[in-house]
């Protein structure tokens, strides 16, 4: 049983503080931020579960029909993630693990909680739904100290591919484009400290102030964290209707020249366009699984949109989702996201396994919440922080997409791009 109430806002950037350090106290929480994005999304400046009254962590092989039957039998919120890793699930055929790969966030392959507490900014309101007084939770976090931080001693950053590794990587790829195994592939590598004693809320206030982001979340799950300032949405259910939006195609925002004149060079980019459009592809092959033939549609191709280091290409593509269809499994056959995958899919997958270092775990998995009418909305774990606290070791990857007009160099410049946020974090 929920008790609702609602509270004026106030100073909504104090009051969003307040809130991470709230939920921070827990050894169960998300906090997501829309860091006001209209955009993306209209109505909801952000969300925090706090507390869990159950839970559950199913085990790759029963991922999806577990969060299905757990949704069925309580039809209440629901808030969570999905690793990549799942994507064994998906496609048994695929590499369970890879003995040679780096694993030491060790988040589990999936966990989702009932919250105890549910917090939401939308306009200049405030809506509390708790299962105790929604008025005694309004006071405790009113009454959050905002104290500073002393940021934690520099670490040494640590690459597990080297410079001319990732490019050798980058240039074996290009040859299986060549031979006609894929189209497109994405090349991830991992950037590490060991032994780092990180404050995880200064950590994540620091990132999302540099980097502020249309689906930024903090997680914490006991000892494990999540730090995100990602600008994609995976996917989004609302009523019968579902929502892809792929980011594919990034250009340095160079604050020297207009916006404009840089969104336009992304724009008509072949290259970019090129890894665009094969994205958009094959989310609409993945959508049409779940959905209503004839349903799908490509409501935006090549959107650019700008962020505070990047501008970056978005299309928006939608479905109607079949009456028969349960949301778990329409999550399933569109998981892992084709941004983080390319194109064959299921072959870009296994050359993954074959080229990275690192297994990917919670990176370019999703973090989200599940409404009790079946709703959803989902995120791309791209431009995060993994920290495990027990080991003290801070974990974040960057990628790039290799297409057949791929320039190795340019590869590796991207992944640094997409790194700089996350490093002027640490500094």
């Known amino acids: 049983m929920r008790n609702s109430a609602t509270f004026p806002a106030g100073d909504i950037t104090l009051l969003k503080k307040k809130l991470v350090r709230w939920a921070g106290n827990f050894s169960c929480a998300l906090f997501i931020d829309h860091n006001n994005y209209r955009n993306f999304h209209p109505g909801l400046e952000c969300i925090a579960a706090a507390g869990a009254i159950d839970s559950i962590s199913p085990h790759s092989g029963n991922a999806f029909p577990g969060l299905a039957a757990f949704f069925n039998q309580h039809k209440d919120w629901l808030f969570g993630y999905l690793s990549y890793d799942l994507k064994n699930e998906v496609e048994p055929a695929l590499l369970s693990a890879n003995p040679e790969h780096n694993d030491d966030i060790k988040f589990p392959v999936a966990h989702f909680f009932r919250p105890r507490h549910i917090v939401k900014i939308a306009g200049d309101q405030l809506f509390i739904e708790s299962t105790e007084n929604p008025n005694r939770i309004f006071e405790n976090i009113s009454n959050t100290v905002i104290a500073d931080y002393l940021p934690p001693p520099s670490g040494l950053i640590r690459q597990r591919m080297k410079k001319e590794e990732y490019m050798e990587s980058v240039r074996k790829l290009h040859q299986h484009i060549s031979d006609g195994d894929l189209y497109e592939v994405n090349l991830c590598q991992e950037f590490y400290i060991e032994n780092y004693s990180a404050n995880p809320i200064y950590l994540y206030e620091r990132l999302n102030a540099i980097n502020p982001a249309p689906f930024a979340s903090f997680l914490k799950f006991n000892d494990h964290y999540l730090l995100s300032a990602s600008p994609e949405r995976f996917l989004k259910k609302v009523g019968n209707k579902i929502t892809s939006q792929p980011m594919k195609g990034t250009l340095r925002r160079d604050h020297a020249t207009s916006d404009f004149s840089q969104q336009e060079k992304l724009r008509y980019d072949p290259k970019e366009r090129a890894e665009n459009v094969m994205i958009v592809d094959l989310v609409r092959n993945d959508l049409a699984r779940s959905a209503v033939p004839g349903s799908v549609k490509v409501e935006e191709l090549f959107g650019v949109y700008t962020f505070p280091t990047v501008h970056q290409m978005v299309s928006t593509i939608s479905a109607t989702l079949r009456p028969e269809v349960h949301f778990a499994t329409a999550i399933k056959n569109a998981f892992p996201m084709g941004s983080m995958t390319g194109a064959p899919k299921i072959k870009a997958m296994q050359l993954i396994d074959q080229y990275e270092k690192t297994n990917r775990g919670l990176f370019s998995g999703t973090v989200g919440f599940i409404t009790p009418a079946g709703d959803f909305d989902f995120n791309v774990v791209i431009r995060s922080f993994l920290y495990n606290a027990s080991s003290k ?35």
Do not use: R, V
Request: hydrophobic content about 40%.
């Open 393 to 427: 070791y801070l974990s974040f990857q960057t990628g790039s997409a290799i297409t057949y007009d791929s320039i190795p160099e340019k590869e590796y410049e991207e992944c640094l791009l997409k790194a700089k946020a996350l490093i002027a974090a640490l500094q």
